[in-house]
């Protein structure tokens, strides 16, 4: 009961993190919206199947959960917003060659994988039967 009530809570933080990252371009969305809908699978059947059959986000976190797919146009906009993020990174902060470089190496490793991702099949895009 009280694990079942922690996945909950951590599922509506992580949704409203997710909420929070649609409307601010430099914070992801997808990946608390992931995180949501696995935390909801721990704790509430009904809100997983709330967020996989939502009409704007079900069909990424399906394409995700299916086939480890990520949309192209989702890449881009990742891409876009950790280039966005190391950019604002190194105007404020100004940061040292040392944690420069290593930011840096982390954003690319972390655009390396979003690319790397294989894109959704028309499969993916189906909204599942309750």
Same mark, same amino acid.
């Given at each position: 009961?009280?694990?079942?009530?922690?996945?909950?809570?951590?599922?509506?933080?992580?949704?409203?993190?997710?909420?929070i990252g649609a409307v601010l371009p430099v914070m992801p969305t997808t990946i608390f919206l992931i995180?949501?809908?696995? +935390? %909801?699978?721990?704790?509430? =059947?009904? @809100?997983?199947?709330? $967020?996989l059959n939502h009409r704007r986000f079900g069909p990424s976190l399906r394409a995700w959960r299916e086939?480890?797919?990520?949309?192209?146009?989702?890449?881009?906009?990742?891409?876009?917003?950790?280039?966005?993020?190391?950019?604002? +990174? %190194?105007?404020?902060?100004? =940061?040292? @060659?040392?944690?420069? $470089?290593?930011?840096?190496?982390?954003?690319?490793?972390?655009?390396?994988?979003?690319?790397?991702?294989?894109?959704?099949?028309?499969?993916?895009?189906?909204?599942?039967?309750?």
């Amino acid at each position: 009961m009280l694990r079942r009530s922690g996945y909950l809570v951590l599922g509506f933080l992580m949704l409203a993190l997710g909420v929070i990252g649609a409307v601010l371009p430099v914070m992801p969305t997808t990946i608390f919206l992931i995180l949501a809908a696995w +935390f %909801f699978g721990r704790s509430s =059947p009904r @809100l997983e199947a709330w $967020l996989l059959n939502h009409r704007r986000f079900g069909p990424s976190l399906r394409a995700w959960r299916e086939e480890g797919a990520i949309p192209r146009r989702a890449k881009l906009l990742a891409c876009l917003g950790m280039a966005s993020g190391y950019g604002i +990174f %190194f105007i404020t902060v100004q =940061p040292g @060659l040392w944690l420069a $470089l290593g930011v840096a190496v982390f954003m690319l490793g972390s655009a390396f994988y979003v690319t790397t991702r294989p894109e959704p099949s028309a499969q993916a895009d189906k909204v599942p039967r309750q």
